[in-house]
């Protein structure tokens, strides 16, 4: 039986080991021509590697600032929608209730009333909203839910009015129920504080996402919508002309909440285009980055063309000579 002999061996390992670094080659010329980068990093900056890493190390940095930009723009434009919505509410209900006042029909004011208990509850709804997994308006605690359940609300709120309570004794006690540091504070608001520490949006611009749901503008909207939510819970033991009182109270309430509303999203907006300054700045970092990246790695095509194509023949010529040696016998050898 014919046996390989120790030098038979060391040839096919050799013919091995080329015809792989050859393919090697060949195939990182082959990506390196079509990228027009050079594939050996190394080779390319002869080991001084420092400034590219400084390079990539900038680019990684503007990519987290612009993904930190949007998450702000998405959490600020939601706080704008569910104060839109606010405001659509305190609008529609301020008109509503004193074209309701002008009668003295039961039947209307009750309808009025029970309006004013919806919009309230659509107000909570419209301040629970939830985005990109954070509650909008629970300032720190963005996982936790903002507000108690608007009917919980409500019922602490008329539990706690003191007895045989006139027109202006029930909105005195509205009022401080939802002031700072009355009961709104701890049944009514479920969040966290306002942050204190920003997100970093780069060039030393930190800016704060994480407004309270204890913002005056909130407070007063809240609160003037239960006054004249109170108007129906109250109803059996009020007079038409106390019920009347509430809402024209409520209204002008109202009105004057959906100023303080527009004053906050004014300071949204302020920073919605903060936000998108910056933004825009990280993205300009970002691009000049990349092409400094790019010069860097820069390969010749014509050398690296001229390098392939010589990689290539000697791949075809080891091919070549690899099928010669197998196809080799006594009987060839012999001749």
């Given at each position: 039986?014919?046996?390989?002999?120790?030098?038979?061996?060391?040839?096919?390992?050799?013919?091995?080991?080329?015809?792989?670094?050859?393919?090697?080659?060949?195939?990182?010329?082959?990506?390196?021509?079509?990228?027009?980068?050079?594939?050996?990093?190394?080779?390319?900056?002869?080991?001084?590697?420092?400034?590219?890493?400084?390079?990539?190390?900038g680019i990684?940095?503007?990519?987290?600032?612009?993904?930190?930009?949007?998450?702000?723009?998405?959490?600020?434009?939601?706080?704008?929608?569910?104060?839109?919505?606010?405001?659509?509410?305190?609008?529609?209900?301020?008109?509503?209730?004193?074209?309701?006042?002008?009668?003295?029909?039961?039947?209307?004011?009750?309808?009025?009333?029970?309006?004013?208990?919806?919009?309230?509850?659509?107000?909570?709804?419209?301040?629970?909203?939830?985005?990109?997994?954070?509650?909008?308006?629970?300032?720190?605690?963005?996982?936790?839910?903002?507000?108690?359940?608007?009917?919980?609300?409500?019922?602490?709120?008329?539990?706690?009015?003191?007895?045989?309570?006139?027109?202006?004794?029930?909105?005195?006690?509205?009022?401080?129920?939802?002031?700072?540091?009355?009961?709104?504070?701890?049944?009514?608001?479920?969040?966290?504080?306002?942050?204190?520490?920003?997100?970093?949006?780069?060039?030393?611009?930190?800016?704060?996402?994480?407004?309270?749901?204890?913002?005056?503008?909130?407070?007063?909207?809240?609160?003037a919508l239960?006054?004249?939510?109170?108007?129906?819970?109250?109803?059996?033991?009020?007079?038409?002309?106390?019920?009347?009182?509430?809402?024209?109270?409520?209204?002008?309430?109202?009105?004057?909440?959906?100023?303080?509303?527009?004053?906050?999203?004014?300071?949204?907006?302020?920073?919605?285009?903060?936000?998108?300054?910056?933004?825009?700045?990280a993205e300009?970092?970002?691009?000049?980055?990349?092409?400094?990246?790019?010069?860097?790695?820069?390969?010749?095509?014509?050398?690296?063309?001229?390098?392939?194509?010589?990689?290539?023949?000697?791949?075809?010529?080891?091919?070549?000579?690899?099928?010669?040696?197998?196809?080799?016998?006594?009987?060839?050898?012999?001749?």
């Open positions: 039986m014919f046996q390989l002999g120790t030098a038979d061996i060391a040839q096919s390992l050799m013919l091995r080991r080329s015809g792989t670094s050859l393919r090697n080659t060949v195939s990182q010329l082959t990506e390196q021509l079509a990228s027009g980068q050079y594939a050996d990093r190394s080779k390319a900056l002869n080991g001084a590697l420092t400034r590219l890493a400084h390079v990539e190390h990684h940095l503007s990519e987290r600032h612009i993904a930190n930009s949007d998450f702000l723009s998405t959490i600020l434009s939601g706080q704008q929608n569910a104060l839109d919505r606010l405001g659509d509410i305190t609008q529609t209900l301020a008109l509503d209730f004193q074209m309701s006042t002008q009668g003295a029909d039961n039947l209307v004011m009750s309808e009025a009333t029970a309006r004013a208990r919806t919009g309230f509850a659509d107000a909570i709804g419209a301040l629970n909203t939830k985005i990109a997994g954070r509650f909008l308006f629970s300032g720190t605690s963005g996982q936790e839910r903002p507000f108690a359940d608007p009917d919980t609300i409500l019922t602490s709120l008329e539990a706690s009015l003191p007895p045989g309570a006139s027109v202006n004794d029930i909105r005195d006690h509205v009022n401080t129920w939802f002031a700072s540091g009355g009961d709104f504070d701890t049944i009514a608001y479920l969040g966290g504080p306002s942050a204190t520490a920003g997100v970093d949006l780069g060039d030393g611009i930190t800016l704060r996402p994480e407004l309270a749901g204890t913002e005056d503008a909130i407070r007063d909207t809240l609160a239960a006054l004249g939510a109170l108007g129906e819970t109250l109803a059996p033991s009020l007079t038409a002309a106390q019920r009347r009182s509430l809402l024209s109270l409520s209204s002008t309430a109202l009105l004057g909440a959906d100023a303080s509303r527009v004053g906050l999203q004014a300071r949204i907006g302020a920073t919605e285009a903060r936000v998108e300054a910056a933004r825009t700045q300009a970092k970002a691009t000049s980055l990349q092409i400094v990246r790019t010069e860097l790695l820069a390969a010749d095509p014509y050398e690296t063309a001229t390098a392939l194509e010589t990689a290539t023949q000697r791949l075809d010529a080891l091919y070549m000579i690899t099928a010669r040696l197998s196809r080799l016998s006594l009987t060839e050898y012999l001749r």
